[in-house]
């Protein structure tokens, strides 16, 4: 719930109308028209995308035009309208345009021997991404707006270019449409329609880093709808890399394949000479026939308190110096491998205790490839190869790893496909549907940075294949874990496309993998399904039955709540709370409930915002998956609207109460956003709207109360405003 003037009366409604205009303005045809959508909201922005792309780009049945026009002959259906996503390399959108009508000109129809035929008309365009400007340098901000500053002269002129033969819709976010306001001025002023949505509380990631973040008001907490490969226990975090904690389910195992820590020991041993651990070990200088890349990264890793730690530093040592050895003597690559393969395997076990920082995860990758490179025919190439895809995946979550985090998981990617095609699924099913497993949470990573429709039907499609192999008679709680991620994965589909259909599937296998959770046994993973089903239902009921999805989702946040307490799980227990009072707030909302039925739910919104906030502010705000502030600017708005609801039938003294309360609210949620973003003047034009009913309700005395409540640094702004 966004604080803005939209949401007194029902944001659903009028984000509905606001399409209806924009789909009528683009599908009737018209010359030289630039529109632009302006949406805060990514989720929203990619269902509203999706949904004029499904609806525009082949109407009647992927068909734009009869047979008969073409004299019978089947030609193949042209796109009536394209969506682009803005090229950050170079982000000129007039070239992109121009690019794609080169690759894919409009076919001639109706030709014949009397006649000529004619072009289908030029598609109109939707550019989107234009947001992810914002995390590129200065120099590629200022080159986009250069190019629409060249394209100028096409609109303002009648020069002939394909492009302006149809219309162009630009997806921006408030400030970069106040940038083109500002920078392309003659661009701004040839546009044609300015269509603007209201945010939507969508479930928010837990990720930050992102590149295609929500917004900060957001009230709908997910929990993690990711998989983690490596924790294999259920996290009591809420979700993804994309953000919530609470989709995220893991098993034992699941990272690696197959090597049994209580045999580590054994596997640790040099294969060659295993006196060498008795042999004293030179210095690492005299190493000399390791790489200088894994010996920079080696002697990182090296714990610098020797005598708490002097057995593990000195194991490590006796790897590499026995790889050193073997080099000297000139073995075979088979042996070689061994070397490298244990060297991999120490480091792998300490990443799994813990100790996963960034040199330790590159020298288990570096020892791994060199295995692979000297004997690609082990019998253990297909784990080797798994571990090397988990080794990839964890790097890009590694601090300061945001920059090269696509290429990590893309990787990560290539070694769980290799490792696929040397597993055979009948007689191996069980490393088999653990590679599939993790294969599709690294396509889930993926999704946040590029592609996400692709690379989350991808994610589905793995999940799919493990679930042939991984099955309730075999495995049980892998099957429920399993069945948990497809569900996430559904959930994240339905952010973009067919939104009821992956939903329910989504909904489907939530219920699959609950039945393998008995509250009794695994309380804290029943709660975290509970969340995630209600979740599921919250987005279902913008689509569908709303006052029956809500009810669900209600229903399922409350047995949630049972077993999320603040005394084992607060920080998840705050989620689902949020989470609830976001449900009340909608079902208090809808236009077919009663007034006192509004009035009720009203009531329970606040209160459960209250204990959010309570049990939050307890707690590290770091481990919080939710957006803090907009639950404190959603009690504000809830109790405003109570009282401002024509139902209302309190005395002035409760009306004054509930307005200190709402612009007490507002007032601290200001305090924490920062200045001149969309965010914060939302919330500050609130608190003018608030003393405004304060002296419209309760006369001058009931304003002078409230600018008292109001830091002295505001009054001077708020004073001309009233």
């Known amino acids: 719930m966004s604080v803005n003037e939209t949401l007194t009366t029902d944001i659903f409604t009028l984000n ?72 950050l390399n170079d982000p000129n959108p007039i070239a992109q345009i121009n690019q794609w009508l080169a690759n894919y000109p409009p076919p001639v129809v109706g030709e014949s021997k009397d006649s000529p035929g004619r072009p289908l008309p030029i598609p109109a365009f939707q550019i989107v991404g234009v947001e992810l400007l914002t995390k590129q340098s200065v120099a590629v901000q200022r080159l986009f707006l250069h190019y629409l500053r060249l394209s100028e002269q096409y609109f303002s002129t009648q020069e002939a270019s394909p492009f302006l033969e149809s219309s162009l819709l630009f997806w921006v976010p408030r400030p970069w449409l106040y940038a ?33 973040n929500f917004s900060s008001l957001r009230s709908v907490d997910l929990g993690n709808l ?83 730690d002097a057995n593990e530093n000195l194991q490590a040592k006796q790897l590499l110096w026995e790889i050193e ?71 890009h979550r590694t601090p300061g790893s945001s920059d090269d985090g696509q290429t990590y998981i893309q990787q990560g990617i290539e070694f769980y496909q290799l490792a696929i095609k040397l597993i055979s699924p009948d007689s191996q099913s069980e490393i088999y549907a653990r590679v599939q497993n ?30 042939r192999y991984r099955t309730e008679e075999i495995d049980p709680l892998k099957y429920a874990a399993c069945q ?12 973009y496309s067919q939104p009821v259909e992956h939903l329910q599937k989504a909904i489907a296998a939530y219920n699959l993998a609950l039945v393998y959770y008995k509250p ?28 029956e999805n809500l009810q669900l989702a209600v229903d399922l946040y409350r047995e949630a709540l049972k077993y999320r307490t603040p005394a084992n799980i607060p920080a998840a227990c705050a989620a689902t709370r949020n989470n609830l009072g976001t449900a009340y707030w909608h079902i208090a909302n809808l236009p077919q409930v009663t007034k006192d039925i509004r009035q009720n739910f009203l009531q329970l919104c606040i209160k459960t915002y209250q204990e959010t906030l309570t049990l939050a502010n307890s707690l590290n705000q770091n481990i919080l998956s939710f957006d803090l502030l907009a639950t404190q600017n959603n009690l504000g708005l809830a109790h405003y609207q109570l009282v401002t609801d024509p139902s209302f039938k309190g005395d002035k003294q409760i009306l004054s109460q509930h307005l200190e309360a709402s612009l007490e609210n507002h007032v601290q949620a200001l305090g924490g956003l920062v200045k001149n973003t969309e965010a914060y003047h ?36 708020i004073l001309p405003k009233l």
């Open 520 to 547: 009794k046994d695994e309380p804290i993973k029943y709660g975290m399904i509970q969340n995630n089903i209600g979740t599921a239902y919250w987005n279902l009921s913008q689509y569908e039955k709303p006052l």
């Open 325 to 395: 050895q073997l080099k000297i003597q000139q073995v075979s690559g088979e042996e070689l491998a061994v070397a490298y393969h244990n060297l991999g395997t120490f480091y792998r076990f300490r990443i799994e205790q813990g100790q996963s920082s960034l040199e330790n995860l590159m020298v288990a990758i570096i020892a791994y490839q060199e295995a692979v490179s000297y004997d690609d025919t082990s019998p253990q190439l297909p784990d080797t190869l798994n571990d090397l895809g988990t080794l990839y995946w964890m790097l």
């Open 484 to 495: 948990n991620n497809l569900g996430t994965a559904y959930w994240h589909l339905g952010q």
């Open 16 to 87: 509905r109308q606001v399409y209806q205009r924009l789909k009528f303005a683009l599908s009737i045809g018209l010359r030289r028209q630039i529109f632009f959508a302006v949406c805060d909201d990514l989720h929203l922005r990619n269902q509203v995308a999706t949904r004029l792309h499904s609806t525009l780009a082949y109407p009647v049945s992927q068909v734009l035009y009869h047979p008969a026009e073409t004299g019978g002959i089947s030609t193949p259906a042209y796109p009536r309208l394209v969506t682009l996503r803005l090229n």
């Open 438 to 467: 993790n294969l599709a949470t690294a396509y889930g990573d993926l999704a946040r940075f590029s592609h996400p429709v692709e690379n989350w039907q991808e994610a589905v499609k793995a999940y799919n294949e493990a679930l």
């Open 180 to 212: 083109i306001q500002q920078s392309a001025p003659k661009f701004w002023q040839c546009r044609t329609g300015v269509f603007i949505f209201a945010g939507e509380p969508t479930p928010t990631l837990e990720n930050r880093s992102y590149p295609e």
């Open 226 to 308: 990711e998989k983690s490969i490596l924790d294999e226990s259920i996290t009591s975090e809420e979700i993804t890399d994309n953000a919530v904690q609470d989709f995220k389910f893991t098993e034992e195992d699941e990272d690696f394949l197959g090597h049994p820590s209580e045999n580590m020991e054994d596997k640790l041993q040099p294969s060659s000479t295993k006196s060498a651990q008795n042999d004293v070990i030179p210095k690492l200088s005299s190493f000399l026939h390791i790489s200088n890349e894994l010996m920079s990264l080696f002697e990182a890793t090296l714990n610098p308190n020797i005598d708490e």
């Open 682 to 717: 939302a919330t500050f034009s609130h608190i003018v709207k608030i003393i405004r009913t304060f002296h419209l309700e309760l006369g001058i005395q009931g304003q002078n109360l409230a600018l008292s409540k109001v830091p002295g640094n505001l009054i001077p702004e």
